[in-house]
C-alpha cells in the first residue's frame, strides 16, 4: 500500500480518535464521501496506525445484498478477527452462531423475544472485555449497505460504551444516501453524541491527484504534463477515477491509443473487456455473487478448476480483482462490481441468479442469500421457501428485524405460489403469527398488535379444528400480552375483553402448555384492572394448567405473578417466597426471561422493605444472569441495574453507586437508556455533578413517558430547590406528581410531595420574614392540599391492603414536617419522628433529616442538641461527598453560629475576628472601610446589601428582628454611612 496523501488533515482526526480510544473515552468516527473519493484507503491507513499502536482490530464489510443478512458485518469481522481472540468469541454462545462451524439452540420467539437482547448484549460485552487487555479498533465498511438490525447494533455500541477502549469506525457514501434512505436517520442520531465525529471526505485537490498519479509504478515515466492534467482534470478530485484513467491511459493493448470513455462505468468496463472470455466469465458470477470470488463463483462460472483459477490469475494481475484473506479474491472496488453486474444482460442476469441459487440449495446459514437469488432470477416459489428459511435463521441469530422482513416477504408471495403452505411447512396463519412475534421482539409492538389482530379475525377458517383452536389460543394471548406494554387505558381494556374470550374459547381438555400461558396472561390482565382475587384465582389455575401441561416456564411464570398479587394484599413475606420459588423453578427450566422477571421482582420487594443488603445482593446476582445471557438491556434486566443502583445509593455507598451511575447513559435516544439515565441524576443531583444539564436536556423528549418523568422531574426538583430556586422546584415536582397520577397516586408520589412541601415552606419562611401574612398563608394552603396528595399516595388505593415500608413512611414523615414549617410550627420531635421512620439504613436520608432537624433545634433554643446533630450530618455530607448538603449545613452553621467541635462557632474561629480587628486598626482611617465590623456584622451588612428588611434579616440568622436593627445602627456608625442604601453601597464597593 503506497503513502497516503492529500488527507493529512482525516487522518490526524482519525489518529485523534484513536488516541481517545486508547485513553480510555469510547469514540465513534464516521467516514462519508462519495464513491471512490478514498473512504476504505483513509480507513485502511487508520488500521495500520491502530495494529503498530498495539490495538486488537476488527474488520468487517457489509455488502450490497448484506440488507437481507443480518449481522454480515459482524459475522466478517468475527470470522477474521486475530486467533487469539477467538476464545472470547466462541466462549459467548449466542456470537458463536455467526461464525461459520457455529451451533446453539434457537429462542423460543413467542415466548421471551430476547434473541437479539442476547447478541447486542454479547457484542457489548466482547468488546468490553478486548479493551481491558487492549485498545480496540472495530471497523465497519459501507454502512450504506447495511441490514437493520446491524444499523441498530452500531448504534447500541456508539451509545453504551463510554469508558472502554474502543473505537468504532464506519464508512458510508453520501451519494448513495437517498432522501428515504434508512441510514440517513442513524447518522443523525448519532452525530447528536458528544463522542461522534462526522470526517467528511471531499474531492481531492489537483496537485495531490498528480502527486499520486505522478507516483504510481504503473504510470509511464515520467508522464506528459499535458497528459497528468488532462487526467487530473477528468477525474474531478476522485482518486479511484483518476487511477482507472491512468491504468487505461497506460495500456499496451490496441485500444490504448482510441479515446478514454467519458463516464467512469464505461471506464471501467472498457478494462474488464481487455481481459480473457474467461476472466470476464468469473467476473460475471463474481458480480452477481456480491462481490467475492470463491467456491461458489467458481462453480456459478462453469469453469474448470485448472481455467478458473487462470483466469483469476488474469483478472488480479490487470488489478481487477484483489486478494481476500487466505482463500478468495474480491472486486478491487465495489464500483468495479456495479459496473459489471449493470452491464449483464437482462437473461444473463436472471441465468447467474438462478444458478447460484441452485448451488446456494441446502447450504445451511445460506437462506437470505437463496432468497435474494430466486427472487432475482424470478423463481416466486423458490424465493417463498428460502425467504421462510430465512426468517427462521434470523431468529435464530437474534435478528427480529430481519426475520419479520422474510416472513413479511414470503406473507406477501403466498398468494402467488402453488402449495405454498406444503412449501412453507405452516399455515399462512402461523406464518402470520411468527411475522408478528418476530415484530414485537424487534421492538415494534404496535406492528405486532395490528398483525394480530388480523389475523385473529381470520385464524379459524385456516387449519383443521385442533390447529385452529391452538392458533387461535396463541394469537390471542399475544394480542392481549401486547396490549399490555402499552399505557393506553383503551388498549388495556381490549387486553382484557381478548384475554378473557382466548381462554374461554380454547379447550381445557387435554391440557396445553399454550392454554396454561393465556390463563396466566389472563391472570396478569385482571391484575392490571385492579381486580386481584380474580387474577389470584386464574394465576393458581394457571400454575396447575402447566404443570398438568408438563410447562415449567409457563408455571414459573404464573408464580411470578401470583407473587406480585400477594404484595396487593400485603403479604410481603409469601410474595418473598413465591418469587424465589419462581426464580428456581425458571433456571431449572432454563427460562431466562421468567427467572430475571422474577429476580427483578423480588429486588424491588426488599427495597420496598428497606433491606437494602437484600436489594443489593439479589440484583447483584440478577445482573450477573442478566449480562451472562446479554440482557442487561432487556425490560426486567434494565429493572436490576437500576435496583443494584439505588440499593447503594440508598444505604450510603454512593462511590459504588456513582461507578454504576457512569455507566447509565447521557445522551439517550431509547426509552430503557432514558430510565438508567433518569436514575443517574440521584447521585448527579446528590452530589451536585455537572452531569445533570445535560442529562436533562436529553430527558426533555421523554418527559411524556410515565416512569421517566415521575423519576427525572422529582429529582430535577430537588435540585433546583438546592440551587434556591423554589418556583422551578414546584414546577418540577408538580409535574412529577402528575406523572404518578395514573391510573392513581402510588406510594412513589410522596419522596416528590416532600420536595414540593419544602419548596413552599422556604417561599413562606420568606414571606413571613418580609411581613407578607396573606402570602405565607397561600403557600399553607397549597401545602394543605398537597399533604393531601402524599397521605392519598400512602393510603395506594390500587392496592388498599398494601403495606408502607421504611422509605415510604419516612418520606410521608417528612411531608408532615415540612407542612408544620410551611405553616411556622416547625418542631423538633417532627424532624425526630422522620430519623425513626428512615431508621438508620438510609445514610442520605438520615443526614438531610438531622439538617432540618439541627434548624429546628436552633429555632427552638437547643444549640448544644443543634450542634452535636449538626456535626452527625456534616460527617455524612464529607463522606458521601454530598456537596449540595454539606453546603447547606455550613449555611446552616454560619447563620446560626453553632459550634463545629473545635471550639468557633462559624469555621473561622472565634478570635478571628478580633484579631483581624486588631490588625487592620479601627474606624474608617484604615485601607478597609469594613475592617471595623465583626464577622456577624460582615454577616449582616451582606444581607442588607441585598435589601432585606430587619426582620428577614433576623429570620435569615436565626435572631429577632431588634437584634438585626441593633446590628444595622452599629453597621451604619462604623462605616460613617447615613441610610441602609449608603452602606449597601459600600458593601458593594468593597465586594462584601
Not at 566 to 588: D, K, P, V, Y
Amino acid at each position: 500500500m503506497g503513502t497516503l496523501v492529500g488527507r493529512d488533515t482525516e487522518l490526524a482526526r482519525l489518529r485523534g480518535l484513536l488516541h481517545d480510544a486508547a485513553a480510555g473515552r469510547t469514540v465513534t468516527g464516521l467516514v462519508s464521501g462519495d464513491a471512490g473519493i478514498g473512504k476504505s484507503r483513509l480507513v485502511a491507513e487508520a488500521m495500520q496506525l491502530a495494529e503498530r499502536d498495539g490495538f486488537t482490530v476488527l474488520c468487517g464489510q457489509c455488502a450490497e445484498i448484506g440488507d437481507s443478512v443480518p449481522y454480515l458485518p459482524f459475522a466478517d469481522a468475527f470470522r477474521t478477527a486475530p486467533p487469539r481472540i477467538e476464545k472470547a468469541i466462541k466462549a459467548r454462545p449466542v456470537l458463536s452462531r455467526l461464525l461459520p462451524d457455529g451451533d446453539g439452540s434457537a429462542q423460543e420467539a413467542d415466548w421471551a423475544g430476547l434473541a437479539r437482547q442476547q447478541m447486542f448484549g454479547a457484542v457489548l460485552s466482547l468488546l468490553s472485555e478486548l479493551a481491558a487487555a487492549s485498545p480496540v479498533l472495530l471497523v465497519i465498511e459501507d454502512l450504506h449497505w447495511a441490514d437493520a438490525t446491524t444499523r441498530h447494533l452500531v448504534t447500541f455500541l456508539a451509545r453504551m460504551l463510554h469508558r472502554e477502549r474502543v473505537a468504532i469506525i464506519g464508512t458510508y457514501r453520501t451519494d448513495d444516501l437517498h432522501r428515504r434512505h434508512p441510514l440517513r436517520g442513524v447518522i443523525a442520531e448519532l452525530l447528536r453524541l458528544p463522542m461522534v465525529a462526522l470526517i467528511e471526505l471531499g474531492p481531492l485537490p489537483g496537485a495531490v491527484l498528480a502527486e499520486i498519479l505522478s507516483n504510481r509504478g504503473s504510470a509511464p515515466s515520467p508522464l506528459s504534463a499535458a497528459t497528468l492534467n488532462s487526467l487530473v482534470e477528468r477525474a474531478e478530485g476522485n482518486a479511484y477515477y483518476a487511477e482507472e484513467l491512468l491504468t487505461a491511459s497506460s495500456s499496451t493493448d490496441d485500444t490504448a491509443g482510441g479515446p478514454l470513455p467519458t463516464g467512469l462505468a464505461e471506464l471501467l468496463l472498457s478494462r474488464v473487456e481487455r481481459v480473457s472470455d474467461a476472466a470476464q466469465q468469473v467476473l460475471r458470477a463474481a458480480a452477481v455473487a456480491g462481490g467475492g470470488a470463491d467456491d461458489l463463483v467458481r462453480a456459478a462460472s462453469g469453469l474448470s478448476v485448472e481455467a478458473y483459477e487462470e483466469a483469476l490469475r488474469e483478472a488480479a494481475g490487470h488489478q481487477l480483482l484483489a486478494p481476500d484473506g487466505p482463500d478468495g479474491y474480491k472486486f478491487r472496488h465495489a464500483l468495479l462490481r456495479e459496473a459489471v453486474y449493470g452491464d449483464l444482460m437482462p437473461g444473463e442476469r436472471t441465468r447467474l441468479h438462478a444458478r447460484l441459487a441452485s448451488l446456494l440449495a441446502g447450504v445451511p446459514g445460506a437462506a437470505a442469500g437463496l432468497a435474494h437469488h430466486s427472487m432475482a432470477s424470478h423463481d416466486i416459489p423458490g424465493a417463498f421457501a428460502a425467504s421462510v428459511q430465512a426468517a427462521a435463521e434470523a431468529e435464530h441469530i437474534g435478528a427480529p428485524a430481519e426475520a419479520h422482513r422474510h416472513y413479511d416477504l414470503a406473507l406477501e408471495l403466498w398468494v402467488r405460489v402453488e402449495g405454498a403452505e406444503r412449501l412453507a411447512g405452516i399455515t399462512r396463519t402461523k406464518l402470520g403469527l411468527k411475522s408478528a412475534l418476530a415484530a414485537a421482539a424487534s421492538g415494534d409492538v404496535p406492528r405486532a398488535v395490528h398483525l394480530l389482530r388480523r389475523i385473529r379475525d381470520r385464524v379459524s377458517g385456516d387449519a383443521g379444528p385442533w390447529e385452529s383452536t391452538e392458533l387461535r389460543c396463541r394469537v390471542g394471548e399475544r394480542l392481549a400480552y401486547y396490549l399490555l406494554q402499552s399505557e393506553d387505558t383503551q388498549w388495556y381494556a381490549e387486553s382484557l375483553t381478548v384475554a378473557e374470550v382466548t381462554v374461554r374459547e380454547t379447550l381445557g381438555e387435554p391440557p396445553t402448555w399454550y392454554r396454561a400461558r393465556a390463563m396466566a396472561t389472563y391472570a396478569i390482565a385482571l391484575m392490571a384492572a385492579h381486580r386481584y382475587d380474580d387474577a389470584r384465582d386464574w394465576a393458581g389455575r394457571a400454575r396447575d394448567a402447566a404443570r398438568t401441561a408438563g410447562s415449567a416456564s409457563v408455571e414459573a411464570d404464573a408464580l411470578a405473578t401470583t407473587g406480585q398479587l400477594a404484595l396487593r394484599i400485603g403479604s410481603s413475606g409469601e410474595a418473598i417466597g413465591m418469587f424465589t420459588a419462581a426464580i428456581e423453578q425458571a433456571g431449572a427450566a432454563g427460562a431466562v426471561g421468567v427467572r430475571l422477571r422474577a429476580m427483578a421482582h423480588l429486588a424491588a420487594e426488599y427495597l420496598a422493605r428497606g433491606e437494602l443488603a437484600e436489594v443489593g445482593r439479589v440484583a447483584h446476582q440478577g445482573m450477573e444472569w442478566a449480562e451472562a445471557e446479554g440482557l442487561l438491556l432487556a425490560p426486567f434486566g434494565l429493572d436490576l441495574q437500576h435496583l443494584h443502583f439505588q440499593a447503594h445509593f440508598a444505604e450510603g455507598r454512593w462511590d459504588a453507586a456513582q461507578d454504576l451511575a457512569d455507566g447509565f447513559p447521557v445522551r439517550v435516544t431509547r426509552q430503557a437508556e432514558a430510565v438508567l439515565s433518569a436514575m443517574a441524576l440521584f447521585i448527579d443531583v446528590g452530589r451536585g455533578n455537572p452531569a445533570v444539564g445535560e442529562r436533562r436536556t436529553w430527558l426533555e423528549p421523554f418527559w411524556d413517558d410515565v416512569f421517566v418523568a415521575y423519576i427525572a422531574r422529582g429529582i430535577l426538583a430537588e435540585h433546583a430547590l438546592w440551587q434556591g430556586d423554589c418556583e422551578q422546584a414546584l414546577a418540577e415536582a408538580e409535574a412529577a406528581i402528575d406523572a404518578d397520577a395514573w391510573p392513581a397516586h402510588s406510594p412513589s408520589v410522596i419522596r416528590v410531595t416532600a420536595v414540593a412541601l419544602a419548596a413552599r415552606a422556604d417561599r413562606a419562611a420568606q414571606l413571613r420574614a418580609a411581613g407578607d401574612t396573606a402570602g405565607a398563608e397561600a403557600e399553607a394552603a397549597a401545602g394543605t392540599a398537597l399533604l393531601a396528595v402524599a397521605r392519598e399516595g400512602a393510603s395506594y388505593p390500587a392496592r388498599p391492603q398494601g403495606v408502607l415500608g421504611p422509605e415510604g413512611r419516612g418520606y410521608l414523615a417528612r411531608c408532615e414536617a415540612e407542612y408544620a414549617r410551611l405553616t411556622g410550627a416547625n418542631s423538633p420531635a417532627a424532624w425526630e419522628r422522620v430519623l425513626a421512620e428512615f431508621g438508620p439504613c438510609y445514610a442520605y436520608e438520615t443526614a438531610r433529616t438531622q439538617w432540618r432537624l439541627a434548624e429546628a433545634l436552633v429555632e427552638a433554643g437547643r444549640r448544644d442538641e443543634a450542634a452535636a446533630v449538626w456535626r452527625a450530618a456534616r460527617a455524612t455530607a464529607t463522606r458521601l461527598r454530598a456537596a449540595p448538603l454539606a453546603a447547606a449545613l455550613d449555611d446552616l452553621a454560619r447563620r446560626a453560629r453553632l459550634d463545629h467541635g473545635n471550639g468557633n462557632g462559624n469555621g473561622h474561629g472565634n478570635g478571628s475576628g478580633a484579631a483581624n480587628r486588631a490588625g487592620h486598626g479601627a474606624g474608617l482611617g484604615g485601607p478597609d472601610p469594613l475592617a471595623a465590623l465583626t464577622d456577624r456584622e460582615r454577616e449582616v451588612l451582606s444581607l442588607l446589601a441585598r435589601g432585606m428588611s430587619n426582620r428577614e434579616i433576623g429570620a435569615e440568622l436565626f435572631i429577632t428582628p431588634k437584634t438585626a436593627s441593633v446590628h444595622v445602627s452599629n453597621i451604619l456608625a462604623k462605616l460613617g454611612a447615613a441610610s441602609r442604601t449608603e452602606a449597601a453601597a459600600i458593601a458593594h464597593r468593597e465586594g462584601s
